[in-house]
């Protein structure tokens, strides 16, 4: 993102930090409830197999964005790249002003957008088709913490969402962050510069 998203006014669903976890809702918009009801039955023994073989070729995740959506880029822009699908409603939680997009194949999930105009990529979320540093969805916790030795395990939203917020900070790789299935034990989704959340 252009403006790395940290003025509350312009991007308003990159703030919260998951405080209390409890009471808090996420608003990840597209395909984790399906990557994480799948992934019990899904990722047998071989999964991180799986996940090696094609890290290689899947887009690349950093701090400023999941391949060529970048952080601060513009919807239209986005869009008439192919890299997004059509602007509708964000975290309804946010207010009537929110709004988001669906990523594009190869990749799943979402991004949120600034209020201001033109809409920006304020978030990026991705539960397929990215890598962050070989680190992809289906990844163990032993994966973040070899790629990325200064990310921290958050566990406050373990019992409430079955979910543990790996974050990276600016100076070990990030900002970004995984969502680690508590019963799986593999990331189900990544967040740039975090998983969008909503109080």
Do not use: W
């Amino acid at each position: 993102m252009i403006a790395r998203a940290t003025n509350p006014a312009r991007y308003p669903l990159t703030v919260p930090r998951l405080p209390a976890l409890a009471g808090t809702i996420t608003c990840i918009a597209i395909g984790l409830g399906a990557a994480s009801a799948t992934g019990a039955t899904e990722h047998s023994r071989d999964a991180p197999v799986r996940a090696s073989a094609t890290a290689a070729a899947a887009p690349g995740i950093t701090s400023a964005g999941v391949g060529t959506v970048k952080l601060g880029r513009t919807y239209t822009s986005l869009r008439a790249a192919g890299r997004l699908g059509k602007i509708g409603p964000g975290c309804e939680l946010g207010g009537p002003r929110t709004r988001s997009a669906p990523l594009r194949a190869p990749l799943t999930g979402s991004v949120d957008l600034t209020f201001g105009s033109p809409r920006r990529v304020a978030a990026v979320t991705v539960t397929v088709g990215a890598t962050a540093r070989g680190v992809g969805i289906g990844a163990t916790s032993t994966a973040i913490r070899q790629a990325f030795p200064r990310a921290r395990f958050d566990h406050r939203g373990d019992a409430t969402f079955g979910l543990t917020i790996v974050r990276v900070p600016k100076g070990g790789g990030g900002r970004l962050e995984f969502g680690v299935d508590t019963k799986t034990k593999q990331v189900t989704v990544i967040g740039v510069p975090r998983i969008p959340v909503c109080d």
